[in-house]
Every structure is written in structure tokens, then in C-alpha cells.
């Protein structure tokens, strides 16, 4: 990928690109702005050979002047999550070895501190900026982009690594397979730290010279007063979301439900994604608004692997068919390939769209491919010519909102408390969050557990969204003759 691709992203292009609270800005002024901060950012070099770059801003122009300059100037980008709880952050930023970090003016005394003690440069986009865009590098395709943590099986999230070449593939399956076009206009309130947002709604929609319009978050009275005005042709979101705009519909006069409604009936895309849809739930929002949702599957290392068709019918409980140019084979334990219907096997996947390696971990990297193919730890199963995903392969990992969480890394922050023993986490079912963290505790000394009092000891220690929703006291964790405690019994204890 090199700038070029965004070709709408250009000197004087007057289509308007962001659409924020209080401001518009044109493509053209969004690319002036990259270039300035690019320019700054090399300062007297030529390159940025592959510093990394943090940034810590919410869906603003900021953050897009951030995204492309580091790119524009030879940055790996990384951006991070907003809502980290600082011990998370310091994880981000010793790993990946970030040099300098953008913020919003004002930054809050603990990321001045943490940053200091890091030997960080915490700076605004604006210190920045230079009045004139100076040269700037040639970017060979090869070279290391973008870095997103990911939670895993290891206990603390991995930085993953994607090439310009992988971000370009990512984003040309979507622009063909979704026939996103210069006329569509797109709601981003999901968090930018995840491809979702970065991939699936911010750069295929500036790729495509589309309006995308930002939140700082998910605001349902205002998303759906837009949808309501018909703004939006093209909407996104994980389940969850579907299922909060559904709650929130159940409680608005009928005037306002038929407004909204006839809104999202009139686009020409709604898209769920990020974690399983229930078949209830597409049914629901079919009979609600007409719209038949389109699921796909996807993952931060690969980007979309798999996809319901745009034209063609879209399955409930099924994300469709390879994406062109990904290729999706099902694998048994013994590595040996599956074939033919209704025969299980993991997802494991090839293409450009496939990320380069977890940074500074050559081992989690090289386990996490088999003869050439990621291996997703998914588990799928073709029927009818249509992917089911069946679950994961891993009870380690939880899924809740479309967020991939890691137990093993909750778990290690839950033990360090002084009144837990022992611990185990798990996702249990939940309508809202597809899954939600739960976790079994036995306690030292059979102290007490308060759950308002653990929250507030969690807080300062992960991001909320981490937080156990249920936690249950146990005299013992169910284990194994190896003494493992066994996590599938523990999803059937009542909580
Ligand atoms: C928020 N909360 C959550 C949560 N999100 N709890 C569990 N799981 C979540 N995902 C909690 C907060 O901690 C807080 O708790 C309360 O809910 C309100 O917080 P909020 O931030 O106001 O919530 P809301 O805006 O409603 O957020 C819900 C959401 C958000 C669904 C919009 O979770 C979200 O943006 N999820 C999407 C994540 C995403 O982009 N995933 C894609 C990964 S990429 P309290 O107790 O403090 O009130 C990927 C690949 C692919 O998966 O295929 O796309
Ligand atoms: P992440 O690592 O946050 O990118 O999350 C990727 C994971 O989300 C995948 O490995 C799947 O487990 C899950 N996922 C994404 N899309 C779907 C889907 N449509 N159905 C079920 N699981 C999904």
C-alpha cells in the first residue's frame, strides 16, 4: 500500500471525507494535514524506518492525520486503546517499543508519568504539524505497517504486525466483495484499535471516497437520529450492537421506532461481525427493519476470511464463502486436510491478507502457522456450500461484544488480589454480549468477596470491558487427575 492507493486522498479533492460533531473536512484538506504531519514526523531524516508510532485518540481527525502520516512517512502505527487501564498501556508501549505517543492536549497526569518513566515523547498532532508538506519516502509494499494488540492464549496481548501489502489486500477484498462506492456514507462508533473499525469502516471507506462520520463512541439516541434522516447507506457493527439498538428501539414511541426502521430498511448494507450472530437475532432485526444482515468472519491477524455473498442469499447461523483472494481450508488435529461437507475442522488460511508476525515473539509466530497457513483456532464446518463457525478450540479465549478477550490474562490479574487463591475464568452465554466474562473464585482463607469493592480493584487494573460480570465463590475449582482445573464443567455452575 502506498499513499497513492488512497487516491482519493488528494491535493484540493472537495468530496468531504469526516464527518465529526462539530466539523467537516474534505479529502482534500485530510490529506494536507497527513502530508504536514508526516513531514513533521521525519523532521531533518528521510524515513521513519519502522519507529513506532502510538497513538491514543478517539474516531477524530486527529487520529486519521496520525494513521496516515506514520504510514505517509515509514512509521509502524500503533494505535491503542483508548479505554486502557494503565498497567494494560505499559504493556503496549515496553513491547512494542514505542518512541513517541500522540494524545489529545491535556493528557491525564498517569499518562505523562507512565510515559516518562517509559522514555515516551507524549506530543499533540499540532507540536507537530509544519506550515508545508516537505518529501517524503517511497514505501516498499513489504514493509511493516501497523501494529494491534490481540489477546490470545498467552496471557498478555500480542502486537500484531501487518505489512502495507496485507493492509492494501484487507481493504480491496471489501471495496470489490461490498461494492463500497464514492456515494456511500458510514457510522464509525466502534473502537479504533481493532480492524473493524480500522480496516472495515475507516480505510475501505476512504479508500472509496466515501463519507464516513465519527463518534467517540456508540451513542444510540444519536446514531439512530441519523439513520432516521437517512444519512447512512452502509452500516457495521458487531452483535451486540444489533442487539442494544433493538432494546433501545423497544423503549422509543412508535413514531420514532417506524422512523428508524424505515432508515436502516432503506440502506443498502447492514453488516454484523466480530462474534457469532444468533440466528434469533438476524431474524429479529430481518422482521424489525428488512434488513437480511450480511455475517462475515474475520480475525486481527487476517483481516476478512469469509463472507456471506452481497448478491445472493445470506445465510442465519452461517458467514458464507471465502472472500476472493483468501484461501480457507479446514484442518484436523493430525494436520491433515479436511475435506467435503459437514466434516469439521479448524479455519487455517492463506492469501495476502494474512499479517507478518507477532512483534518481537518469533516462537508465538512460527506456532501459529503450519506449512504456510495461519491457523485461526477456529473450528468451521461447510453445509450446503456455506461456513458455520462451531467455536474455538481454545476455552482460554472469550469473545464478549466483539471484543476477544484472553482468561489466562484476567485470571493473572485476578490472582494477584489478596483475598483470591485460586481462579478461573470463563465466557458464559449472554444475550448482549455473546459471551460474558465469568469468573470462579476460591478465596484465602474463606474471606468474603465484595463484587461492587472487586470491580473498583479491577478498574484501576484492565479495561472495563474486562471486568468479570459474574463472579462466584467456590470451596474448589473442578480438576482434572492432572490437577488442570476443567474449565467446560464449570460453564454448566449456575450463576
Ligand atoms: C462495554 N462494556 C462491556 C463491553 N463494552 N462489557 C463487556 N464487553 C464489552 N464488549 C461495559 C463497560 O465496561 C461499561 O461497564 C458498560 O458496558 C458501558 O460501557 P460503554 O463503553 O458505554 O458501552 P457501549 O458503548 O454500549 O459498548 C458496547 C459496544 C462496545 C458493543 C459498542 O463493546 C464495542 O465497541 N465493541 C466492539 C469491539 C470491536 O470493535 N471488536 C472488533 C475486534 S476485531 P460499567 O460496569 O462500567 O457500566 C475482530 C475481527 C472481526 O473481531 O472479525 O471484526
Ligand atoms: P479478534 O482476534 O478480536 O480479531 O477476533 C477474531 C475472532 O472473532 C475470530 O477468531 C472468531 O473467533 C471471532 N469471530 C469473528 N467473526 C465471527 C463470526 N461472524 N462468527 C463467529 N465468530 C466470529
Redesign the pocket.
Known amino acids: 500500500m502506498s499513499h497513492h492507493d488512497f487516491h482519493h486522498l488528494t491535493e484540493g479533492n472537495a468530496r468531504v471525507a469526516l464527518v465529526s460533531d462539530t466539523a467537516t473536512y474534505t479529502y482534500g484538506e485530510v490529506n494536507s494535514r497527513i502530508d504536514r504531519f508526516a513531514t513533521g514526523l521525519i523532521g531533518g531524516e528521510d524515513d521513519l524506518r519502522e519507529e513506532r508510532i502510538a497513538f491514543f485518540l478517539l474516531a477524530s481527525l486527529d487520529y486519521v492525520t496520525c494513521l496516515h502520516g506514520v504510514w505517509r512517512a515509514g512509521g509502524i502505527a500503533v494505535p491503542l486503546n483508548v ?1 486502557s487501564a494503565v498497567a494494560e498501556l505499559e504493556h503496549y508501549l515496553s513491547s512494542a517499543q514505542v518512541t513517541r505517543m500522540f494524545a489529545q492536549a491535556g493528557a491525564p497526569d498517569e499518562l505523562r508519568e507512565l510515559c516518562a518513566s517509559l522514555g515516551i515523547k507524549l506530543l499533540t498532532v499540532d507540536e507537530v504539524l509544519t506550515d508545508e508538506a516537505g518529501d517524503l519516502p517511497e514505501i516498499d509494499p513489504g514493509r511493516r505497517a501497523m501494529m494491534l494488540f490481540t489477546s490470545g492464549t498467552t496471557s498478555k496481548p500480542k502486537g500484531t504486525v501487518s505489512t502495507h501489502q496485507t493492509i492494501r489486500a484487507q481493504i480491496t477484498t471489501l471495496i470489490d466483495a461490498w461494492c463500497w462506492t464514492e456515494d456511500d456514507v458510514i457510522p464509525l ?3 479504533l484499535h ?4 480500522i480496516i ?1 469502516i475507516l480505510s475501505c471507506g476512504l479508500w472509496a471516497g466515501a463519507r464516513v462520520h465519527l463518534f467517540a ?4 439516541p444519536r446514531v439512530t437520529a441519523e439513520v432516521a434522516a437517512n444519512v447512512y447507506n452502509v452500516f457495521m ?2 452483535p ?2 444489533y442487539v ?1 439498538l433493538i432494546q433501545y428501539l423497544e423503549q422509543q414511541d412508535e413514531q420514532e421506532v417506524e422512523a428508524v426502521c424505515a432508515g436502516f430498511k432503506a440502506m443498502r448494507l447492514n453488516i454484523s ?3 457469532a450472530c444468533p440466528v434469533k437475532l438476524f431474524e429479529q432485526w430481518r422482521d424489525l427493519t428488512g434488513q437480511v444482515l450480511l455475517e ?5 491477524e487476517i ?2 476470511g469469509i463472507s456471506n455473498p452481497y448478491v445472493g442469499e445470506r445465510r442465519a447461523g452461517y458467514v458464507g464463502q471465502p472472500l476472493p483472494g483468501v484461501e480457507v481450508r479446514l484442518f484436523g488435529e493430525d494436520h491433515r486436510e479436511i475435506h467435503g461437507e459437514g466434516n469439521p475442522g479448524e479455519i487455517r488460511i492463506k492469501g495476502d491478507n494474512v499479517f507478518l508476525e507477532y512483534w518481537g515473539n518469533e516462537e508465538a509466530t512460527r506456532k501459529s502457522f503450519v506449512d504456510g497457513w495461519f491457523c485461526t483456532g477456529d473450528m468451521a464446518v461447510i453445509e450446503d456450500g456455506y461456513y458455520r463457525i462451531m467455536g474455538r478450540t481454545s476455552v482460554d479465549i472469550i ?7 484472553s482468561a489466562l490474562e484476567i485470571e493473572g490479574v485476578l490472582l494477584t488480589h489478596e483475598d483470591i487463591a485460586e481462579v478461573a475464568v470463563i465466557g458464559s452465554e449472554d444475550e448482549v ?1 455473546g459471551e ?2 465469568t469468573a470462579f473464585v476460591v478465596t484465602k482463607n474463606g474471606a468474603d468477596l465484595d463484587y461492587a469493592e472487586l ?1 473498583n480493584w479491577c ?1 484501576e487494573r484492565m ?5 468479570p ?1 459474574y463472579v462466584k465463590r467456590l470451596e474448589s475449582l473442578p480438576r482434572n487427575a492432572m490437577g488442570k482445573v476443567t474449565k467446560p464443567s464449570l460453564k454448566s455452575i449456575p450463576v
Open positions: 479505554a462508533f466502534l473502537p481493532h480492524i473493524h473499525g472495515n463512541g456508540l451513542d444510540i457493527a458487531v451486540t450492537v442494544k461481525g466480530s462474534a462475515r468472519y474475520g480475525m486481527t483481516g476478512m469473545k464478549s461484544g466483539g471484543y476477544k478477550l454480549w460474558a466474562v470491580k478498574n479495561s472495563s470491558y474486562k471486568i460480570k
